[in-house]
């Protein structure tokens, strides 16, 4: 059965013991090192008919290594595991050592004979079930595995550059290919931490259509306008421009092969830019910097490039290449778009899109435009996928690889929106909502839209109103909602698991408020819930409101937070479903009047692994938290709750805050204490003078 979210099947394979990658070049070693990574109990054989390349290959991936450690993304436990089996990858010059391989990924240079050599020598010493894939970013697996014999076991899997950290796939539905294995290539993909993308066996696949088109408009382009000024204006859209990260990827025979093999098999319109074959290196600007460009010369540019995306991604839809969420996030995770070419479209609306597309027809003639209306291109789910297990119960699984299922206004709303459309259903017994991937249920709300709220209060309160939508409604639910805690659930993504009505979790996850650190307060409920609903816990939560402590899922069972606690994912679901069951008929569990709280002991000691505290947002959260225990409803509870968030996002703290994660640094909340020390005694030296005014008797 095929699930939405790859990890709700059961995978057909055991995870492979032996893996080869052929071609020891850039990407096989950087494939390698992810695999490596990721599986720590797999051998990894790297294969080269050059010694000289394995050992730089072999070299590269340890440097990785060492790299990884310096920069303290693993603790010293993952380290010391991941260098000793980076150290064990092997490299040889021997096909017949592959004799055992599981899987094999073929990662040489894009020709279509030697690939189909390789293959036919594979093929010859492995087993047949034993998996067959190939890195091509263009070559169709109709064409590369025509001569195979076995060709249920073999597909493309396309990575993209640096394949050890972009997490994008594409994992190519060839025809021939056994579904069983498109659909374990999923499941494995995503159970180590890459974003599988399925797609269909086109020329160039999907993402690669957008790239090479985008880039070949690109040199189109520079009749009108020079390298430089066209990345300029690119620079709206993308991270790098096409010709900046043309230069980087020495990409310019690369789009004359792949465009001449979209014309070959689609029409002239997708013939190269000729320029391609006399220039070696573009002289154009490096992301950040700009040139300026004349207004009309701007608008020209800025129309084709919207143009070509939008061309392009209307015919991948309309002949089924990919799927709409994949082609945005795709192109977002794999490509350094700053938004995927369907949003875009969204935020120009339909008048905008169509002019752009009319002045396309007329200047490139022959290149594909919309076959549907306008909405039926923007009618798909965003950022969650829906599954029905067990005969009735929805999983809601949050989808947001980039930002570890982090929340925003928009991701709420559609869980809401799912949930609207289901739960009068009788056939539908309940809901389940999960995380995406196994690190992260939610990493909290999305603190890339911190900054817009941070000196505007009142924006702030409605955010987190905004946000809540999904939670109060939620509270007023008879079907039952349950958390299944897949990974990490932090700040905004506990709130939403508080807000269900029953909480399972893996041993291995863990809940956190980080907001202290952030120098604001959450927003959606932390402050006003866990009192009501687990007085038991209180204790904890304030622990964790006040010093951002970690709680581990098998001490929040013990506190009676977490209902139950599964060792693996499957295990988690079933535990989910038996919890759907159970809470059937049963009321929101949060007690609704007001509440005495325990005795808050003061925040001793002010910092936390070193870091300094907020004061004034402690003040801020000690404040709420009391007054919101005093509401009489647990409405006007949850109000206190926003308004506070509001009040803390004008705080120095919250700039500093948000500024240092944005940053990729520790916070310093020294600046924010002091200000607040020194407003402080000022207005106590105002009080005092006031005083001894009015004790002066003034006439
Ligand atoms: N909002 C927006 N983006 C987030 C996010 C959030 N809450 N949490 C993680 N991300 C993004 C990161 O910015 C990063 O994006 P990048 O690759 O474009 O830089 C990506 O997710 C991966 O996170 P990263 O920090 O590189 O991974 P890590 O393993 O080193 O750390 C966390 C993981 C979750 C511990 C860390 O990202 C974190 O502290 N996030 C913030 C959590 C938080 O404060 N939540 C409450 C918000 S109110």
Known sequence: MTTANPLLTTPSRPLPKH?????????????????????LQTRLTLVDVNQAAIDKAL?????????????GKVSEQQAAAVTANIASMTGTTDYAQLADCD????????????????????????????LITSNTSSLPAARIFADLKHKGRATVTHFFAPAWRNPAVEVIAWEKTDPAVVEYLRWLFCATAKVPLVTADAVCFMLDRIFDNWCNEAAML?????????DSVAAEFVHAGPFFVLNLARGNPIITETNTLQAEEEGAHYTPAPIFRSVDTWVTVPPGKSVAVADKTRAAIRDRLLGILFSQSVDILDRDIGQPVDLDLGCRMALGFKKGPLELMRDLGEAETSRILQRLRKERLGLPLPKRPYAEYQNFLRHVLVDDIDGGIKVITLRRPEAMNALHDG????VLAVIRQFESD?????????GYGTRAFCAGADIGRFPSMLDDDVAAAQYARDCSRLLVHLDAMQKPVVAALNGMALGGGLELAMRCHGIVALESAWMQLPEITLGIVPGIGAMVVPYRRWPKAAAAFSDMLRRAARLKAAEAHQLGVVDALAKHLPGL?????????ALAGQPSPIAQGPITLPS????????????LLPQETLRIMEKTIRNAAAAETLDAALEIGYRAFGASALTVAAREGVTAFQEGRKPDFKTANDSLEKRASRSAAASKRSTSNSKGGTP
């Open 19 to 39: 893996i080869a990658i052929v071609g020891a070049g850039t990407i096989g070693p950087d494939i390698g090192y992810y695999l490596k990574s990721a599986l």
């Open 59 to 71: 070299q590269r991936c340890q440097d990785y290594a060492k790299k990884a450690i310096a920069r």
């Open 103 to 130: 899987w094999v990924i073929e990662a040489a240079t894009e020709n279509l004979p030697l690939k189909q050599r390789i293959f036919a020598q594979l093929e010859s010493i492995l087993r047949p079930d034993a």
């Open 222 to 230: 520079l009749s009108r306008a020079t390298a430089a000024e066209i």
């Open 411 to 414: 991701l709420t709303d559609e």
């Open 426 to 434: 009788a056939a539908v017994k309940g809901f389940i909502i999960t």
């Open 573 to 581: 679901m079933a535990a989910a479903v038996a919890r759907v069951h």
């Open 600 to 611: 808050l002991e003061p925040v001793e000691p002010t910092t936390v692994d070193g870091q």
